[in-house]
């Protein structure tokens, strides 16, 4: 255990400042000066994307700074060598040659930074040229090289190669290949951000004019209304003798139409009174196949009574009055001539009922002479009587019928002004919703509402439309999935523009609704990455944009950590 | 009274999950049983005739006649070296040869020498050692007796029955009357829409064996039930017949995926075994006298008293009769009894007992590679990454998919860069599709299992039409082998290992989800007759493979099922279980039943496998399976992702700690499976079998000894702040919680308990080595120190064991390893080699650590060879629980001893 301290790499790098150690175990420093940090710098007389690192400044500070293994710069003052070793939870003193025995006297595993011995120190590596980081000390010579300078490995027997200069290079590289791609994307982002500042302002300028426009509209259909109503006053008036004649017309088709029922009912009860007693009886009835209501090849007494109304026999009047309609559509359908509202009813006298109820009602104020059966769901819904049936092809005289033209005009221009009135409402709710949808802090990402973009895997297309819906489809078919409704924005609390959440998609067979997260990252263009399924039914997209392109982006944080201490 | 209350909330509770209990029989459903089961007669009709006796120096050999028939049978009863009788029954020129296991035993056993101590017509009696057995001839019947003891019984209820083979009967004539078997499943059945037509008719196997003086009957595995077996009078036998059961139930009876035909009776006084070898289906009746009042009179009749007794009624379809008495007379005899029959589990390699993550599916090769950065990102040690069957293409075993698993080789290489290991499943169907390799080389050579008309049986697997390799063949093992080598399996190395699942067989349109009876397999067998022996045949095939492979590490492979002497080849798992309390409940008795039937490396796939655990339940499952030999999360692909590091700090921190409390006992663990290896004793161990003489421990099954030094006391029960524990051994044993090292004398102890808590006790006169520093895997703690934990008995002395090698390959067999006796007596503590072997290690002594130790030591030296003599520092821990000593350094290669002062 001799080698107690960091035996540290004495080449230096052309770029960064390097721990020297000396012969005695004592580290010299080379500290990297505060004012010269590393920064960026755009050369703006270069039209491209240039990124050079400023000149710095190394000050040599010769310093007797002893250090033990596995302990930061920062912290070699917590362990002074002339010293006691005191826990820093104070549990324990101890000579300061138990530091880094490999053997575990504190609790807070403050003894032993260099060494395994303690189940949950912390092990710090240099990594000069690279990152420098903090490991658990239980990978300490395990046999594994987790630093990249390989200080973790001193006593295992593995051949650690250091590569942290390699590394270095490289994460720089990445780093600047990352700040020109956010400084690309930037530009692009402002574009977009640009876009969706214009598309909002001209939505807000739009639904200004758009309320604007709604009170005219509004007034205009006040006005229509009131010429409406006005026209249509002087047409009633004009029309009321008609309505009169028509009125006795109808009376008189009633009474016809009743008197035939009655004249039909007649007959068919003297038909059915076969032994002409006056009384229609169950007997009677279950010789006529017609009233074999269950098709099943003779009429059961139980048939012959419904169409009785469940007498045993009935005289005329009351044939008339409670059986006739049972009767009837048996006989008509008998004939062809009537077919049944639907096969499963058998309360006919009852639909028959409902049904004339039903037409009553909705006709009302019509001369209506149509059958009682027909089909009744296209009758039209009217604001306004309509002068003239049909049916009744009446020819107004000439004054009449200009006053009717004339409210027909009227109730048209009415019907346009209201239509118009709610063609602006949905405008508006449609721009409300745009405009309430939050599309980042400069409205960057408004321009992908409206696009979808998509991934294929070797099995599916995936595609995501912003601020929409997520989806799946094989691609051996064309049908779609839903993997998510657009839902929220995400991130994390730093900045919830880097997720978005999709949810409600279609239900997974046995299990819950699909649901999808959209991770979104700076990139020169709009783009899926990739796709994955980590739970079963929770996607994941990798979503790469110019409108995450901000700021904050730069690269300075990873550079940061490339020279930390130093 | 108060048990019964309790039913129907545990039925409601578990209803979520539900077993289709209408896809598999019951025994009234099931011909055989059907008809053995109610064979009764008030005299056995089966006679010796011992005129016709032969003798020799280990066996003697005579005539059995079923007297209603006059059909006769060979009876041979000969002794089996370690204190073992066999008896074996056979046809006399029967119309079909009938079968025995090929595979159960570890070669054929050993005979012993047998002497006639007593003769005459109606009886003889040998003896062996202290075991007498006593041949009765009218009714046939045998006695064995131990040290003169009656200890068991063979035919004493006289339903012992061997239907013969006989030719069927044409419509048009009679059957013979006396051998006329009624019953109409005999010649031919049906279940569901399955038709077995049986070519051979009935050949059912019954004897019914009584164990006088016995308290409880243990074994039997593998069911979902309770430690010891249930009375089954009145409800279904316990069955064992290999199947794939969906979302099985627990507290039952049923067959599921394993059969280990050995039962245990056990009394204070003596514990006795009976290993029914015999492959085919098989229902054991249990009765207990303490059950049933019914008892009382037959136990009366055999050993004239009023004492507890237990009796099985064993019932198989096929097959000869072939039984083994292990004649105790501890449970330990008993149990290493059946260990020399049916042989042992090898050393398995040290990774193997650390943890293995499992799920149902990595999605790729990248998943796989972000769980182990993820494992080690939150400082959380595994071992082994686990594939299931979607890493294969289309469901073929031995492909991967091109898609998800491009470059298994990099995946590979990024596992063992960290110490880590892989290990893909591979199932005995085969895919029937042309091109594929595997089932176009089996239809050309003819390696599949065939139907009863001899073409090629087809079932319905996971890759949908499936073949199966007939493993009865010694060609097809031949070719099978070769199929694990890497220039075959690519992208395989010497750290990938395999699981065999669904080899029950499970076939999801066979009947009961299985072969059909009548299929045939080489050597003209039917499928009948091997069924419970398949799964085994198929890990053999294995086995080898994997010893030709990789011809310097020891093979590791996990099988769902399982017969008797599976463990010298296979890991075990308890199959599909659920996320549910029940389930965990039920782990320690199922796996503390494999060990009694010979299999130790056991355990239950953590978190359940159907279901999602809510977090209290899958940490309480992480706490109780630091404590059973096989440690594995595994989860149904429609569950949601529960690797550990995915939940709170909280939760995390637990589960670390659990783990890296496994990690510490590896030592243990390991040393333990090499003292299985070399003595037949199993790893984990119910309290009965180390406190036989207790009656409070009979029923005990939330609580497991690892070895015979630490106990468990799993906690099952949810929301729970304190746990009733019973620690055996009466006042004078003194047991040590492992977390704070506060003494327990033997008893019961009401104990609080945090979610933290993991109930765990060091037993007193045992020293215990572990290797307390954490690490990612458990092969990077290979040089790591140990920390010796002393905990004293009440005599002040302790000793114990450790076992070092090279933990992977076969050299432990060339004498390259280091056995260590630890010994700490008059405040001094030794450690000696055992064998005259060495194993040149890096691994050290760190700390000694002693429970209840002596007052007012100061100081303590270290004598040793190469150190000489040495100062140590020792300090008491708070409250003087413990002292520690404070870095020995010796290497544990060197003998040393440490002096206390």
């Known amino acids: 255990m001799s080698d107690k301290y960091d035996m540290v790499d004495k080449t230096i790098d052309d770029v960064y400042c390097r721990l020297v150690d000396n012969v005695s175990d004592k580290v010299e420093v080379l500290l990297f000066s505060k004012t010269g940090r590393m920064g960026l710098q755009r050369n703006s007389n270069l039209n491209k994307t240039l990124l050079i690192f400023s000149v710095f400044v190394c000050e040599t500070i010769s310093s007797q700074v002893p250090r033990p293994r596995g302990v930061s710069l920062s912290r070699a003052s917590l362990y002074p060598p002339d010293k006691d070793f005191t826990c820093f939870d104070g549990s324990a003193t101890m000579p300061f040659s138990k530091v880094n025995d490999d053997y575990c006297d504190c609790y807070d595993a403050s003894d032993e930074p260099g060494t395994a011995a303690c189940p949950h120190g912390i092990f710090y590596c240099t990594n000069a040229g690279y990152k420098p980081m903090n490991i658990p000390s239980n990978r300490v010579n395990d046999g594994i090289c987790d630093c990249c300078d390989g200080t973790d490995e001193y006593a295992s027997g593995a051949e650690c190669v250091n590569n942290c200069a390699e590394l270095g290079k490289s994460a720089r590289e990445a780093a600047q290949l990352r700040a020109e791609l956010v400084k690309a994307g930037r530009q692009v982002r402002a574009e977009m951000s640009q876009k969706g500042v214009n598309a909002k302002n001209e939505k807000q300028n739009k639904h200004q004019e758009l309320q604007k426009n709604k009170e005219d509209a509004e007034k205009l259909k006040e006005e229509k209304e009131y010429l409406k109503n006005e026209a249509e006053k002087l047409e009633n008036a004009a029309l009321e003798y008609y309505r009169k004649l028509e009125e006795e017309a109808k009376k008189k088709k009633v009474e016809e139409e009743a008197a035939k029922n009655r004249a039909e009912a007649e007959e068919t009860f003297k038909k059915l009174d076969s032994n002409q007693d006056g009384l229609v009886s169950i007997e009677e009835l279950q010789t006529r196949t017609s009233f074999d209501k269950d098709h099943n090849g003779e009429v059961s007494p139980e048939e012959a009574k419904w169409f009785l109304n469940d007498q045993e026999q009935v005289d005329l009047d009351a044939f008339i009055n409670s059986c006739w309609t049972s009767v009837k559509p048996y006989l008509l359908m008998d004939s062809g001539m009537y077919t049944p509202p639907s096969p499963d009813d058998t309360t006919g006298s009852e639909a028959q009922d409902m049904q004339e109820g039903q037409h009553e009602g909705e006709s009302e104020g019509n001369e209506d002479e149509e059958e009682e059966t027909e089909d009744d769901e296209d009758t039209e819904e009217h604001e306004a009587p309509e002068p003239v049936h049909e049916e009744y092809s009446v020819t107004y005289d000439e004054e009449t019928q200009k006053l009717v033209d004339q409210a027909n005009t009227a109730r048209t221009a009415f019907q346009d002004a209201e239509a118009q009135v709610r063609d602006i409402e949905s405008e508006l709710q449609r721009i409300q919703e745009y405009l309430e949808k939050d599309f980042g802090p400069e409205e960057e990402f408004a321009p992908l509402q409206g696009q979808c973009f998509e991934y294929h895997d070797h099995e599916y297309i995936y595609k995501l439309c912003p601020f929409d819906r997520t989806c799946q489809q094989p691609k051996s078919s064309s049908s779609e999935t839903r993997l998510g409704t657009w839902g929220h924005w995400s991130g994390p609390e730093s900045n919830k523009y880097h997720a978005q959440t999709y949810d409600k998609g279609q239900i997974c067979w046995n299990g819950p609704a699909r649901t999808t997260i959209v991770n979104i990252d700076c990139g020169s263009e709009n783009k899926i990455i990739s796709v994955s399924e980590p739970n079963r039914c929770e996607y994941v997209f990798e979503f790469v944009t110019p409108a995450a392109c901000h700021d904050q982006l730069d690269g300075d944080d990873i550079r940061d950590d490339l020279h930390d201490e130093l | ?901």
């Open chain 2, 1 to 901: 009274m108060a048990f019964l209350r309790v039913i129907p909330i545990l039925y409601v509770a578990s209803c979520s999950l539900a077993v289709v209990k209408e896809n598999f029989k019951t025994c009234e459903q099931s011909s055989f049983c059907r008809r053995l089961r109610g064979f009764k007669a008030e005299v056995s009709p089966y006679q010796l005739d011992l005129t016709d006796l032969l003798v020799t120096d280990n066996a003697l050999e005579t005539k059995l006649i079923n007297t209603e028939t006059n059909s006769h049978f060979k009876v041979s009863l000969s002794a089996v070296h370690g204190d073992i009788f066999r008896i074996q029954v056979d046809e006399v020129m029967g119309l079909y040869p009938r079968y025995n296991p090929q595979y159960a035993l570890n070669g054929e056993p050993q005979p012993a020498k047998l002497r006639v101590v007593d003769k005459s017509k109606e009886h003889i009696t040998v003896q062996y050692s202290d075991n007498k057995a006593t041949l009765h001839a009218k009714p046939f019947k045998v006695e064995f007796v131990k040290d003169d003891n009656l200890v068991a019984v063979l035919n004493s209820r006289g339903l012992f029955h061997f239907e013969h083979y006989r030719t069927r009967p044409t419509e048009s004539e009679n059957e013979v009357e006396h051998q006329k078997i009624e019953d109409p499943g005999a010649w031919e059945e049906n279940f569901k829409s399955h038709h077995d037509s049986k070519p051979k008719g009935p050949s059912g196997i019954a004897v019914d064996i009584t164990f006088p003086g016995a308290m409880r009957a243990y074994g039997l595995p593998e069911h979902a039930d309770k430690l010891p077996l249930r009375t089954t009078n009145g409800g279904e036998p316990y069955r064992l017949y290999n199947l794939d059961v969906f979302e099985y139930e627990v507290d039952s009876p049923m067959a599921i995926y394993g059969a280990v035909p050995v039962l245990y009776a056990h009394s204070p006084k003596h514990t006795v075994g009976f290993f029914w070898h015999n492959a085919a289906e098989t229902w054991i009746d249990i009765t207990n006298s303490k059950d049933e009042n019914v008892m009382s009179s037959l136990v009366n009749l055999v050993s004239g008293s009023k004492e507890s007794s237990v009796s099985a009624h064993f019932i198989s379809e096929s097959g000869i009769m072939d039984m083994f008495v292990l004649m105790g007379p501890k449970p330990r005899d008993a149990v290493k009894q059946y260990a020399s029959l049916t042989g042992v589990a090898p050393l398995p390699q040290y990774f193997t007992l650390a943890y293995h993550q499992c799920r149902w599916n990595y999605n790729d090769q990248d998943d796989v590679t972000s769980v182990v950065a993820n494992f080690d990102i939150h400082d959380m040690p595994v071992d082994i990454m686990w594939l299931d069957i979607e890493y294969t293409d289309g469901k073929k075993y031995f492909t991967w998919d091109p898609v998800k698993f491009p470059n298994p080789d990099e995946m590979v290489n990024n596992l063992t860069s960290t110490g880590r290991k892989l290990v893909v499943i591979i199932d005995p169907h085969i895919k029937r599709e042309a091109g594929y390799f595997l089932h176009e080389d089996a239809v050309a050579n003819d390696y599949y299992v065939k139907n009863k008309d001899g073409t090629v049986y087809e079932g319905w697997c996971w890759p949908g039409s499936s073949s199966y390799l007939d493993f009865y063949d010694p060609k097809v093992v031949d070719y099978y082998k070769g199929l694990y080598a890497f220039d075959k399996f690519k992208g395989t190395t010497d750290d990938v290992y395999i699981w065999n699942d669904m080899n029950e067989p499970s076939v999801f349109n066979g009947p009961e989800i299985t072969m059909p009876k009548d299929c045939i397999h080489h050597g003209n067998w039917e499928h009948r007759d091997i069924h419970n022996e398949y799964a085994l045949s198929h890990t053999i095939g294995t086995f080898k493979g994997l010893v030709e492979r990789s011809p310097t590490r020891r093979p590791f492979i996990l099988t769902r099922g399982h017969f008797a002497g599976s463990q010298r080849y296979t890991a075990m798992w308890t199959g599909d279980n659920a996320a549910d309390w029940s389930h965990l409940a039920i782990s320690y008795a199922m796996c503390a039943s494999e060990a009694l039937g010979g299999i130790s490396f056991c355990g239950a796939d953590i978190g359940g496998f159907f279901g999602n655990p809510d977090m209290e339940l899958l940490q309480r499952w992480y706490q109780a399976a630091v404590w059973l030999p096989f440690m594995r999360a595994h989860a149904h692909i429609d569950t949601r992702r529960r690797e550990p590091y995915l939940f709170s700090e909280d939760v995390k921190n637990r589960v670390r700690i659990a783990l890296r409390l496994r990690y510490a006992h590896l030592p243990l663990w390991y040393t333990l499976f090499y003292e299985h290896e070399t003595t037949g004793e199993p790893v984990i161990r119910p309290l009965f079998y180390e406190f036989p003489e207790e009656a409070e421990v009979l029923d005990i099954d939330n609580e497991i000894l690892v070895g015979n030094a630490v106990l468990a006391r799993m906690i099952a029960e949810p929301g729970v702040s304190t746990i009733s524990v019973y620690l055996p051994g009466g006042p004078t044993e003194q047991w040590y919680d492992i977390e704070d090292f506060k003494m327990y004398q033997g008893g019961t102890h009401n104990i609080p308990v945090s979610l933290d808590k993991i109930v765990a006790f060091y037993r007193g006169g045992n020293i215990i080595a572990r290797k307390d520093r954490p690490r990612r895997s458990s092969s990077l703690m290979h040089n790591d120190p140990f920390t010796l934990y002393v905990a004293l008995d009440n005599k002040q002395t302790a000793s114990g064991t450790l076992f070092v090698d090279d933990h992977a390959s076969f050299e432990y067999r060339a004498k390259k390893y280091l056995y260590l006796h630890l010994e700490y007596a008059d405040n001094t503590l030794t450690s000696n080699l055992i064998d005259k072997t060495d194993y040149p290690t890096k691994e050290w002594v760190e700390r000694v650590v002693i429970f209840k130790p002596p007052p007012g030591v100061k100081a303590a030296t270290l004598t040793s060879k190469t150190l000489g003599t040495v100062d140590l520092e020792v300090a008491y821990t708070r409250e003087h629980k413990a002292l520690v000593i404070r870095k020995p350094g010796v290497n544990i290669r060197e003998p040393f001893s440490i002096k206390l002062y």
